[in-house]
């Protein structure tokens, strides 16, 4: 059975710094194409916030995020990461893990509907 576990999460004050972990199980991160994060505000849509391909190192990013937030890999841990620096008040969100987007265009849109599996979500609240 896959499961993605997500962990990091937390309160930070504006400016701070925290990472996410999603360690998978069930499957080797390898066997799949791509992964990603996305989050989720209250009262607003699921987007897409970073991916990275798995064998290429390929990594995409919402271009309103990029220079703050990192995604990166480690296969040998079956694991996927989220740096997310000189964070800010708007960053506050569930923040999800998935799994399974299977062509470099379905990694790059960072469109949720493209990935199968899902983890559970770790909160992000940062303050001002």
């Known amino acids: 059975q896959v499961q993605l576990v997500e962990s990091g999460g937390g309160s930070v004050q504006a400016g701070g710094s925290l990472r996410l972990s999603c360690a998978a199980s069930g499957y080797t991160i390898s066997s799949v194409f791509c992964m990603g994060w996305f989050r989720q505000a209250p009262g607003q849509e699921r987007e897409g916030v970073a991916a990275i391909s798995i064998h290429g190192s390929l990594t995409y990013y919402a271009d309103s995020l990029k220079g703050r937030f990192t995604v990166s890999q480690d296969r040998a841990k079956n694991t996927l990461y989220l740096q997310m620096n000189s964070l800010k008040p708007e960053d506050t969100a569930m923040y999800y893990c998935?799994?399974?987007?299977?062509?470099?265009?379905?990694?790059?849109?960072?469109?949720?509907?493209?990935?199968?599996?899902w983890g559970q979500g770790t909160q992000v609240t940062v303050s001002s």
């Open positions: 998935a799994a399974g987007a299977w062509s470099a265009f379905q990694c790059s849109s960072l469109d949720g509907g493209d990935f199968t599996y």
